[in-house]
């Protein structure tokens, strides 16, 4: 809980502050980001994608899809599977399905415009308190700040409190702080700027404090300490999982064999080899689709690493020419070539490798 000397100092230094951050985001903040300035529509995108994700990661990924689906009434026409291809590689894929989800809203309950007030926004699927804001204020539609990891960040370590207890009262306190400080002149900017501090400057590994535009008036700087402490607590236990996959090969065609996951969260809408969380599991399946004989026995391993997760992948191949005897559904073959369906990463470091081993 913030102490009455540290609302006093912020209350005290908060201008101060404000006008550091500003100067600062003129001369170093990231002013060239592709959604900047851009529609509700582009800025939504924008705040989904970075959700969870880096921004340099993003950039790649935001271009192709505005590029794909230029405008909103596009992407409420479009189905999920295009979205999903669209959003293939950069992970998190609950997001997609969330703004096919928000499409299907935007049509019916807004007229297919995307809704400016912060109840309504708050409402759509996947947007929570930050989003949202940064939605409404990006889009000039509002003067509401933002908490996101970075933020947050940023000014626990300025006013000292990263040992404080995360429950929701020290939420809300970090909440009154960051909207405390906005600067309502200019809240784009300044939000913008908190991202870039936070993302540039105020790292979770080894701030750069000397280049800091608030290093004289940070607590946790001038009591000298240990800045790791916040990261102690942010850091996750990785998690470790075991799966199967059968890479199914028409190889007279050059085909690939791809179902749709339709139950494992973490990907589920993409196009993967069949998966199973168990070796007997996907015997069972070559047995039922009578192609056990046709299996190699050879199996090969690799790490398939995400933020909270490491799966290790045991990949068994089957090559088959394909017939009509064969029973696997015929629209679910796709050139091994070009594969124009959202497909995980993992599924890509399959096809690369059997490329590489077949070319
Ligand atoms: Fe972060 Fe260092 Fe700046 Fe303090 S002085 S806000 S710790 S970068």
New binding site residues.
């Given amino acids: 809980m913030i102490s009455k000397k540290q609302s006093n100092y912020h209350n005290k230094n908060k201008n101060i502050i404000r006008k550091n951050i500003l100067l600062w985001y003129d001369k170093f903040g990231r002013h060239n980001l592709p959604w900047k300035n851009k529609s509700i529509y582009h800025i939504w995108i924008s705040e989904i994608m970075l959700q969870q994700t880096q921004v340099n990661t993003v950039i790649p990924y935001y271009t192709r899809f505005i590029k794909e689906i230029p405008t909103l009434k596009k992407l409420i026409d479009s189905k999920l599977d295009d979205i999903m291809a669209l959003w293939s590689g950069l992970g998190f894929y609950r997001r997609a399905i969330n703004i096919h989800k928000t499409c299907l809203i935007i049509k019916n309950k807004h007229f297919g415009k995307f809704p400016t007030t912060y109840d309504e926004i708050i409402k759509l699927p996947g947007i929570g308190r930050t989003t949202a804001s940064a939605i409404l204020t990006f889009s000039g539609n509002g003067v509401n700040s933002i908490l996101d990891g970075n933020v947050k960040r940023?000014i626990q370590?300025?006013y000292s409190l990263m040992n404080e207890k995360e429950d929701k009262d020290a939420l809300n306190q970090l909440w009154f702080l960051s909207e405390n400080l906005l600067s309502k002149t200019r809240p784009s900017d300044f939000i913008q700027a908190y991202m870039d501090?936070g993302a540039l400057?105020?790292k979770k590994t080894n701030?750069?404090?000397e280049s800091?535009p608030?290093?004289n008036y940070?607590i946790?700087?001038m009591n000298n300490s240990n800045?790791s402490m916040s990261l102690k607590s942010t850091r996750k236990k990785i998690k470790h999982k075991k799966l199967w996959t059968l890479m199914l090969v028409d190889s007279t065609n050059n085909r690939l064999y791809l179902e749709k996951i339709s139950y494992m969260n973490l990907w589920k809408g993409l196009y993967s080899s069949p998966l199973f969380s168990e070796k007997l599991e996907l015997d069972k399946w070559l047995l039922e689709n009578n192609l056990e004989n046709l299996a190699s026995q050879d199996i090969w391993q690799f790490n398939h690493k995400l933020s909270h997760i490491e799966f290790l992948f045991n990949v068994r191949l089957c090559k088959i020419n394909y017939n009509k005897k064969i029973s696997l559904m015929k629209d679910n073959w796709y050139n091994l070539s070009d594969i124009n369906i959202g497909i995980p990463r993992y599924q890509n470091k399959i096809i690369k490798r059997y490329i590489d081993l077949h070319d």
Avoid: E
């Fill in positions: 940023f370590r300025l501090l400057v105020c701030p750069k404090c800091c608030v290093r940070c946790t700087r800045l």
